[in-house]
């Protein structure tokens, strides 16, 4: 579970801006959708993120998820296959050269979110702790991630990598390792190459003790924050059909996958893997007198089975589900419930990081889980809406305080601001008498 999100010059976000997502212990609203630890923290299992076009709502999830990206390079890397089994004869003579080193660049690359435009000669940072409950008590506990990198990564390697970790919150955080100028997580390459290093280390006559511990805290933690955890962002929520069949083979509870897929289409009974006549395979949603394929049912069906998957899985794994535009394609009702759902599971170490651009979705949240996000010019702004100050009042807000009404007051009517809608009202009036006459 995440615990905190700081982030510093990071795209749109010139300045340093922090997340935290504790839950405040006086505040008894839906206690279902925290999670209280061992040691008495109190974490938000839901988190939605509010804000206009253009004010770094996918920039907090895209830095978040990049740093998964980076653990995982190594394992690309290393995934890289034989240019021996690579069918190259389609290809021109030419051309083999540009393939080989596409290639090579799809398996060893990796993307992290460019520096603010106007801070490009200095450092960006990313900093996740989490909380981890594993199998092993050695590694149950509280995990601080930092990347620090800048405009030349790409080229030059990261700046600085590092993880720490301590068992109880009020405790000191310990060094698991940090490194220095690396073109490769510290983490995913260790795991990646485990045996590697184990052989090199006997070969030298040194003991293995110390790297086999530090590795189960590397593994914990790629584990929870990677393989156990889901992404949908905004430009990529309708899946290919190949990748969500492969959600399909993979989901346990196909009956109550369903389920959630009838929110959108109600008529579907069924859904399944079917065969096309070249052998590839293709899904079918079944309905009582007929059957359609993915790409014949609906935007807003489709999501459903991507968010359905990652629902289920996260709260079988208890990770981290990240989810951008949350109700796009979604009405209203359809996004209020799911994330009800999701919040009612007693006990759960399952979470939902979201954004959203409508705040009617949020109004059930406990005024914890709500942040709002304002610019002013290049400067941008984190509000957790517990701090969220009354305008007449000059006080935080009270429990009762809507939401609803507070945003719709004191976000949306500035952002547009109305000076820019009535220039363009102004200018597109004049256009229209100008076409008249």
């Keep these: 579970m995440i615990l905190k999100v700081k982030l510093s010059n990071i795209a749109g976000i010139k300045d340093f801006m922090e997340l935290n997502f504790m839950a405040n212990k006086t505040d008894k609203k839906n206690r279902n959708s925290i999670y209280i630890t061992e040691d008495n923290i109190w974490i938000n299992r839901i988190i939605g993120i509010i804000a206009g076009n253009a004010h770094g709502k996918t920039t907090i999830l895209d830095a978040i998820a990049s740093v998964g990206s980076f653990i995982e390079s190594s394992f690309r890397k290393k995934r890289i296959p034989s240019f021996n089994n690579i069918e190259m004869s389609e290809y021109k003579e030419e051309y083999r050269e540009k393939v080989l080193q596409q290639l090579i660049s799809d398996f060893t690359n990796f993307e992290l979110p460019e520096s603010n435009k106007l801070n490009t000669n200095i450092n960006s940072e990313i900093q996740i702790e989490m909380y981890i409950k594993s199998d092993d008590n050695l590694t149950s506990g509280y995990y601080l991630y930092s990347l620090e990198y800048d405009k030349f990564y790409k080229t030059e390697g990261i700046k600085k990598e590092s993880l720490e970790f301590k068992n109880k919150y009020t405790k000191k955080y310990s060094k698991i390792f940090e490194i220095f100028n690396s073109f490769e997580s510290e983490i995913g390459y260790k795991i990646a190459y485990e045996k590697n290093y ?20 590397y593994k914990t933690f790629r584990k929870h924050y990677n393989n156990d955890s889901n992404v949908i962002f905004a430009d990529n929520y309708i899946f290919p059909e190949f990748y969500v ?12 996958l369903i389920q959630f897929v009838k929110l959108a289409d109600v008529n579907i009974q069924n859904i399944s893997i079917e065969k096309n006549s070249d052998g590839t395979d293709k899904l079918m949603f079944n309905y009582n007198e007929f059957c359609l394929g993915y790409n014949e049912i609906s935007t807003a069906t489709q999501k459903l089975v991507a968010m359905a998957y990652s629902i289920l899985e996260s709260s079988e794994k208890n990770s981290v589900f990240l989810i951008d535009e949350f109700d796009n394609s979604l009405n209203l009702e359809i996004s209020k419930f799911l994330i009800d759902v999701f919040a009612q599971k007693d006990n759960s170490m399952s979470q939902i990081i979201f954004t959203t651009n409508n705040p009617d979705i949020l109004d059930n949240l406990r005024r914890d889980q709500i942040y709002l996000i304002l610019k002013d010019k290049y400067k941008i702004n984190v509000i957790n809406f517990y701090n969220f100050i009354d305008p007449i009042t000059k006080k935080r807000v009270r429990k009762d305080f809507s939401f609803i009404k507070a945003y719709k007051k004191n976000v949306i009517e500035n952002f547009p601001s109305n000076k820019l809608k009535n220039e363009i009202i102004n200018n597109f009036i004049n256009i229209s008498i100008e076409k008249e006459d």
């Design 198 to 217: 184990i052989n090199e280390l006997k070969a030298n006559n040194i003991k293995t003790d110390d790297f086999e511990r530090k590795i189960k805290f």
């Design 245 to 256: 069949i492969d959600m399909i083979e993979k989901c346990k509870n196909i009956k109550q």
